[in-house]
């Protein structure tokens, strides 16, 4: 049995309860439990993806579920979470922008907690500050601390951010998937990463951007 | 009383759309008639097999009845698919029977070569311990490392790429 997956989780809660005590304005009770449970349901829907993409009955192998290392389909699980998060609290849209900048900075605990789990290293590299894998001559890029380090200035950048209705969460949507899709070139993969579903997010995030203030302009207007 | 009718009509819809999904998605059969059986080998069989071999290899030690095994299955053979031809992939099935053992590779479509450890003296010639665990070989069949517990993508793709750059 091995907890480094529940060490990275644990950081990942870290992370997120700092960004609720440094940006509380508009959170909704009990933010950090909302964000659990929002991961906790991203966590389900994306693992049952990935077994349907692995070509895993869920109804006939329903435990496979608990097997998280077998993989979880990212946009699934981006898709689950916002779900959750939206469900829970009540479909208030404005709690997304409330808590974008908190739950991107839990994003950035989940990358940094590769520390745990000896998962930083990406493609090789002769930068200097590239790692090697103990007993290898090959040094590395550190490449989930790079997107770490990318989305704690993510998290930042959307606490600065106008309260205008999708404006924080579209942006954090946007700098989320670009975060993603930069770094990706330098993780290693068997299937290329989900680039696809990095571009989607931008394209979603900045939809949200565009046509949030206006729907929330248009609602608040609209005669009664 | 209307509220659960609705919801376990519901749950009945989403159940039969999931194995609708996995069923569709899981196109080989499940009870293979003409595979042959895994062959047997001692450890020293096979480490002259491992150090016959002109490239790296990657041996994987499975079992039919071992549930992290079943995920790491798709990984294996995403690796395959893309490193075949550079990456020697071997699975070891260990403490299993050949029949359960061969309705495990046809699910999963498992194409490479496998052999049958049924009292693990492969594995412990290797001091692996436990199942799933997976070896990574240089091309002169020295063991360079070993992973214990299910391999993610990340993880096999970085232990690959370390193998190729050692076989560079």
């Not at chain 1, 993409?53 to 435990?63: A, K, Y």
């Not at chain 1, 997010?201 to 900045?206: K, N, P, T």
């Not at chain 2, 999963?108 to 070896?135: A, Q, S």
């Amino acid at each position: 049995m091995e907890f480094t997956l529940l060490w990275a989780a644990f950081t990942a809660i870290g992370f997120s309860w700092v960004g609720t005590r440094l940006w509380s304005d508009r959170l909704p009770d009990h933010p950090t439990d909302r964000m659990i449970g929002a991961a906790a349901g991203g966590l389900i829907a994306g693992r049952l993806v990935a077994m349907m993409v692995q070509g895993i009955n869920p109804v006939t192998h329903p435990l496979d579920i608990v097997i998280v290392r077998g993989g979880v389909h990212t946009g699934a699980a981006a898709i689950g979470a916002i779900v959750t998060y939206l469900w829970a609290g009540k479909w208030k849209i404005a709690n997304l922008d409330a808590t974008a900048p908190a739950a991107v900075l839990g994003l950035a605990g989940w990358h940094a907690g590769c520390l745990w789990r000896g998962a930083c290293l990406g493609t090789a590299s002769g930068l200097p500050w590239g790692w090697a894998e103990p007993g290898s001559a090959v040094t590395r890029h550190p490449v989930e601390l790079y997107a770490a380090f990318g989305l704690m200035a993510a998290a930042w950048l959307t606490s600065r951010l106008p309260w205008r209705l999708l404006t924080r969460a579209g942006t954090a949507l946007v700098l989320v998937g670009l975060v993603r899709f930069l770094t990706e070139p330098m993780r290693l993969s068997l299937t290329g990463g989900p680039v696809g579903w990095y571009l989607a997010a931008v394209v979603v995030g900045g939809l949200g951007v565009w046509f949030g203030p206006r729907i929330s302009n248009r609602l608040s207007t609209a005669p009664t | 009383m209307g509220q659960s009718a609705t919801m376990l009509k519901r749950s009945v819809v989403l159940v039969l759309i999931l194995a609708a999904c996995g069923g569709a998605a899981t196109s080989a059969p499940t009870v293979p008639g003409d595979r042959a059986d895994l062959p047997a080998t001692t450890s020293d069989e096979f480490e002259a097999h491992l150090a016959g071999l002109d490239r790296p290899a990657v041996v994987n030690v499975w079992a039919s009845w071992c549930l992290p095994c079943r995920s790491e299955a798709p990984v294996l053979n995403q690796a395959n698919e893309k490193y075949g031809e550079q990456i020697e992939f071997i699975g070891l099935d260990v403490q299993d029977n050949q029949k359960d053992a061969k309705a495990f590779l046809a699910e999963f479509g498992l194409e490479f070569d496998h052999f049958f450890d049924l009292d693990r003296e492969i594995v412990n010639h290797y001091g692996g311990i436990g199942t799933p665990v997976t070896f990574f070989i240089a091309p002169n069949g020295q063991l360079v490392k070993t992973h214990s517990g299910i391999l993610d993508e990340r993880t096999l793709a970085l232990n690959i790429d370390e193998l190729l750059k050692l076989d560079s």
